[in-house]
């Protein structure tokens, strides 16, 4: 929820630049406005994208702007709310649920029927469930991809392991594969930890080690927080915190605090993260060999986190048709060929790409292409509804000290976020 205070700083501060309304240049080109965040290598590729799009549709110009991630929730909402907001704009899954029900995005599916048969067969059928609302697509989806392993290759091989993809390729690669390598490649020099076998990744990104344990958070109709009841799931929980206080192979908030043990430095041997990450490592990683395998498996299942972002047409925009353009060009093959196959920004969303020779190619790291490919088939989605942002703030804040600080433990935990979570689900919505 935005406070005053929040609303008066965001205003000041030139929110509403680059939204004045769409216009025509001299040429005759019909400006459509795009918003979007993301560092400046996400600015370059998504320009490139509109220049690329701009070539083949003379009459359309694409006047893009990002913003800063941090500030672009409360800059969206303000924007929505003012009506004010672009012709088409990126919106996290995390919030999709919660601003599609206030009616600011288009109903897609009238421009979608005047499509070419087999149009929305060719997507992901998991991709198109998240851009859903009351059973219509509202948005398609952009920038899609799952939870799969980083790991440093020079490091398994350093010391004897077999690499994680090589077990998983045999069915070998479970939760005690995985502990095993974490504790096998943690360094110590006396009291002092110099390298990490793990990652201590931030919640949804763990959410499968509670399904794969044939546990869960939630009951399937979003409405109750089930954790403190599901001795699954807090054995997940358990396991999770076990690599912190039992084990000591992930880094605590202090050992990360100077960023000290990143994936990039070498000092880290295996990291949970998103395939949009890849870029990032390309460019950094000079020093070592590396490559992607699959989350580990449990006794109950081989699932990981699958989510992306949705690409929504602004319901008062003055040019649906030329905006949805745009859209279809964004999540259509020519482009989903440079997010994914030539930048690995994303797992592609439709199945002609994913089986193209130039995304199943490559001759950079990540080598294991399929990986991303199986985080599709493996991939389950968050139970995020209209109130996920309230009760993931909920759960963040009272597992802090389970998980960052240490102390409790996780039945107390799972008890506290679930009393706390329930009580705000009863209440009032305040997103």
């Not at 996400?42 to 110009?61: G, N, P, T, W």
Request: aromatic share 12%; charged share 25%; with cysteine.
């Amino acid at each position: 929820m935005i406070t005053r205070r929040r609303l008066l700083w965001i205003s000041m501060g030139g929110l509403l630049t680059g939204c004045l309304p769409s216009t025509r240049d001299a040429s005759g080109r019909t400006t459509i406005r795009y918003m979007a965040w993301g560092n400046p290598e996400q600015l370059q590729l998504e320009r490139q994208i509109a220049d690329e799009f701009e070539k083949l549709h003379h009459k359309i110009r694409v006047h893009l702007f990002m913003v800063p991630g941090s500030s672009y929730p409360d800059k969206l909402q303000l924007m929505l709310a003012s009506r004010t907001a672009p012709d088409v704009m990126r919106v996290d899954h995390y919030m999709f649920p919660a601003l599609v029900k206030k009616d600011y995005f288009l109903d897609l599916e009238p421009l979608i029927a005047a499509e070419p048969k087999g149009f929305v067969e060719d997507f992901v059928p998991t991709a198109l469930e998240e851009c859903r609302y009351q059973g219509k697509l509202h948005a398609m989806n952009v920038l899609f991809g799952g939870v799969q392993l980083y790991y440093n290759k020079s490091l398994f091989k350093g010391a004897g392991l077999t690499d994680p993809y090589t077990l998983s390729q045999a069915k070998k690669w479970d939760w005690d594969a995985f502990l095993m390598a974490a504790n096998a490649l943690t360094k110590r020099e006396g009291d002092r930890t110099i390298q990490f076998g793990t990652t201590f990744p931030a919640f949804p990104q763990w959410a499968s080690v509670l399904w794969n344990r044939g546990g869960d958070v939630m009951n399937k109709e979003l409405t109750k927080f089930t954790l403190a009841d599901d001795p699954h799931a807090i054995e997940g929980m358990q396991d999770m915190t076990d690599l912190r206080w039992k084990h000591h192979c992930a880094p605590t908030p202090s050992d990360a605090a100077l960023s000290a043990f990143t994936f990039e430095s070498g000092k880290i041997a295996m990291h949970w993260g998103w395939a949009g990450e890849t870029p990032r490592f390309r460019k950094n990683i000079k020093k070592f060999d590396w490559d992607i395998a699959p989350v580990p498996t449990g006794p109950a299942g081989d699932a990981t986190v699958i989510k992306g972002n949705q690409l929504v047409v602004y319901q008062h925009t003055e040019h649906p048709e030329l905006a949805w353009e745009f859209v279809k060009y964004m999540t259509g093959p020519e482009a989903e060929l440079i997010l994914g196959a030539k930048w690995r920004r994303c797992v592609p969303t439709r199945l002609s790409v994913q089986q193209h020779p130039e995304y199943l190619k490559t001759d950079k790291p990540p080598f294991h292409t399929d990986v991303f490919l199986d985080t599709v088939r493996r991939g389950r989605t968050l139970p995020i509804d209209a109130r996920y942002q309230e009760w993931a703030r909920e759960f963040n804040s009272a597992t802090d000290s389970l998980f960052n600080v240490g102390g409790i433990t996780a039945p107390e935990a799972s008890r506290n976020a679930t009393d706390k979570i329930n009580a705000l689900l009863s209440g009032e919505e305040g997103f």
